[in-house]
């Protein structure tokens, strides 16, 4: 590493440190020094391409340990030497909050690092202003009555009675009151009032639109990142920004480094990034809707330009043939749902190992073919008419009218691509000695009796989109998480992400003194989930034994929703007056109200699920019990989790051993982390789940915990 960068970061750390009038923590300093190693080692050429291998490093940081500013520290200063963006990837948006509002301006205040940072969001986050303006404008002296009938019956509008509402936005827009962001609104607006404001990359004209230079939201956001040395983004948005093929939303991948962090859920987030559905009725309903209306749009757009009437002509056949084939398919597919029990969830037919009967392969890789023809006519309308509104292109088509037009055929463009990608999955053949496309079939109950079928494929792991779209291009990355390790090892992060078996990996372990601190119980209440009906009793008896007391902190974590009401309505009324379960609030508010309760010194109790295993930070008094029902393995009905498992079965696997305890031992680590968030926390984890003594699994499962005391009856 070059000196100077040395001493820069070194003494950023001290003045940080000095500032907060703290002392250094062994485990992020070690940090510090591993990434901005690694990021320092990476070779380039003159051009700034990245030449070498080793440009990735994995590290589990205990809680506690500070890794949010290690990483800072060890990236920054490097970046802006070498002229790279620095990309904050979380997977939540507390996370995101903190960088923004504590977290970064705590490091530009303490240290004497100068660097600029921004909020990457996607466009449908901020209002387009042409979009505004368009649905407060009642003076047009022709309504196209075509037009807003076919917009009625394909995008559910709001009702006029939102229109004062419009006009205060557009008023707070003008005045500088309101920076467009949908986020930053004081006020909630319903999701079909925001659908009519805002656009996608299909539907805008960039720089053809009148309020491109300074009046678009969204492009000033994206002006102001790309003027940023840090961006913070989601993993949602890096993966989006990939499938596009990279620098379309965020700068390049060969120009970054990525941070990533609770960067386990990043399997996960590109798994359901690249997966895909199709609804049958709802994509028969606008394929006819497009075919009903065809001969209005073709005398509307056709007449003065015959590009647009030779394309709106090419859409007749595909059109023809998709509505017949769809049917067609629907009669037969419906026959595999049709025995499955109707109950409040939807009803699931999974082909094993994703392969799908010869009938439906040859209708998908037909379907193929029609909704790329589809597509391809659509992209070139859709591109027609944006040429139309290019005062610099010598269309022969109004430009006003291409303007009406091009939002609503964009939207069918999109769904014609969302509707392609789902076939393509279903007509690829999976490659041998690969792991294979889970594919499923949804039956859905909806309003009044009516049904529909939706068939879904989805990869069972992202490790080689990762490799592929990921860690080939960036310039360098960092994964981090207090919990990347899977009894005690790397394997499953390394199998899940796609890195090589060669990628540094690093543990740094939490600083907290956890045997002083808390219990790690498994009391004698506990016992097997699998007595559904005495394991509900059990939970019972242990809170209104333990948890019955003026001064409960609690948080108990289920994994069935069902069990939780049930436990719920079986809580004495004592209890159940002390008791909010996540269904009662959002997340937030749930939270909220329990930090109220508490600081009232009343007692307190969540009923939670999955969501409320990680990512909370209630410190101190707000939390001292945790409560597990039970060990938390995935469904075993999940298609995608089936498939794999299949799979791993068929190579000579185990997939129980292999998938579901090392996926298990993160999701208990992570439930157990609720508890201690801060050197003076203290508090008790209970286990009311026996199998972590009696299963051959339970004594890995054990020994990967934080190091509680243990009592285990």
Known sequence: ??????????????????????????????????????????????????????????????????????????????????????????????????????????????????????????????????????????????????????????????????????????????????????????????????????????????????????????????????????????????????????????????QTYYVFDEAHHLPDKAINHFAASFRFNTALSWLRLLKKFQPEVLKKLGASSPSAARLLNQLVAPLEILERDLGALYGQLYEQVEHLPRDSRPAVHRWPNGVLPPNLLAFSEALVIHFATLCRVLESLVN?????????????????????????????????????????LCAQQDPPNQAPLARWLVRHSLN???????????????????????????????????????????????????????????????????????????????????????????????????????????????????????????????LRKITLTQDMLSKNRLIEKHRQRIDEEKPSIIFGLASLAEGIDMPGKYLTHVVIVRLPFSTPDDPVDATLAEWIEASGGNPFMQISVPDASIRLVQACGRLIRTEQDIGRVTLLDRRILTKRYGSQLLNSLPPFRRELH
């Open 448 to 574: 009044e009796g009516d049904e529909d079928l939706e068939l879904c494929a989805s990869p069972v792991t992202a490790a080689g989109d990762l490799a592929y779209r990921l860690w080939s291009r960036c310039f360098g990355a960092t994964l981090t998480s207090a919990t990347l390790t899977a009894l005690g090892k790397f394997d499953r992060l390394k199998q899940r992400a796609g890195l090589s078996a060669d990628a540094v990996c690093k543990t740094y372990p939490s600083p907290f003194n956890y045997p002083e601190l808390g219990v790690f119980e498994v009391p004698k209440q506990a016992c097997d989930p699998s007595q559904a009906e005495a394991h509900t009793d059990a939970i019972l008896d242990y809170m209104q034994e333990y948890l019955d007391h003026p001064e409960a902190s609690a948080l108990v974590l289920f994994s069935s929703r069902r069990q939780m009401n049930e436990v719920y309505d079986g809580l004495a009324s004592q």
């Open 1 to 254: 590493m070059k000196a100077q960068w040395q001493a820069l970061i070194q003494q950023a750390y001290r003045d940080f440190l000095a500032g907060r009038g703290a002392k250094a923590r062994r485990g992020q300093a070690h940090m510090i020094a591993d990434i901005a190693k690694s990021f320092a080692a990476i070779k380039e050429d003159e051009e700034g391409k990245r030449t070498s291998q080793q440009q990735l490093i994995a590290i589990e940081a205990g809680t506690g340990t500070g890794k949010t500013l290690a990483y800072l520290l060890a990236t920054l200063p490097i970046a802006q030497a070498r002229e790279k963006k620095l990309v904050l990837a979380t997977a939540t948006i507390a996370l995101q909050e903190q960088l923004l509002l504590r977290d970064l301006p705590d490091l530009a205040k303490l240290t004497n690092l100068t660097f600029s940072y921004a909020l990457a969001k996607g466009r449908g986050r901020y209002v387009c202003t042409a979009q505004l303006i368009k649905a407060l404008d009642k003076s047009q002296p022709e309504e196209d009555a075509t037009l807003d009938l076919f917009q009625a019956e394909l995008v559910k509008q709001a009702s006029g009675s939102g229109q004062d509402q419009l006009e205060k936005l557009a008023e707070n827009l003008s005045s500088g009151a309101w920076d467009g962001d949908r986020d930053s609104l004081k006020e909630n607006l319903p999701n079909e009032v925001w659908e009519r404001l805002t656009t996608d990359h299909q539907r805008c004209t960039n720089r053809r639109c009148p309020h491109f230079t300074g009046a678009c939201p969204f492009f000033n956001a994206r002006r102001a990142m790309e003027q940023s040395d840090i961006i913070v983004a989601n993993h949602d948005l890096v993966l989006a920004d990939l499938a596009l093929g990279g620098g379309v939303i965020l700068p390049s991948p060969e």
């Open 384 to 424: 027609l008419l944006k040429e139309a509104q290019d005062p610099e292109k010598n269309s022969s088509l109004d430009a006003d009218l291409a303007g009406e037009w091009q939002p609503l055929l964009a939207v069918l463009h999109t769904r014609a691509q969302s509707a392609h990608q789902l076939w393509m």
